[in-house]
């Protein structure tokens, strides 16, 4: 059973950072990605982008672990956020994606 772990949310003041861990564990034969998706109050869960500066993600592969960056936040950013874990687990040759059990990011005005 494959399990992911995330760590790190919490509250902060516009402006401030924060970074979230994620951590996965289990019998896993093959990673094909892992990242992060986010979920606001009243909103579908949508993929964190990296691409647009303010967030940052990395990944370990010798330790299957994912961490997302995020700077200048702003009240916005407030969500729960996912990190998710494409791959197979140990014996399969399926792909499924898996998901952590979410952390709380409030980002005060």
């Known amino acids: 059973q494959v399990r992911l ?44 982008d990296s691409a647009k500066g303010r967030f940052t993600i990395s990944s370990d592969d010798a330790k299957n672990t994912v961490s997302l960056q995020m700077n200048s936040l702003k009240p916005e950013d407030t969500a729960v956020y996912y990190c998710y ?15 952590g059990q979410g952390t709380q990011v409030t980002v005060s005005s």
């Open 5 to 48: 772990v995330e760590s790190g949310g919490g509250l902060v003041q516009a402006g401030g950072s924060l970074r979230l861990s994620c951590a996965a564990s289990g019998s896993i034969s093959r990673i094909n990605a892992m990242g992060w998706y986010r979920q606001a109050p009243g909103k579908q869960r949508e993929l964190v």
């Open 85 to 99: 874990l494409d791959g197979s687990p140990g014996g399969s040759r399926l792909s499924y994606r898996y998901w």
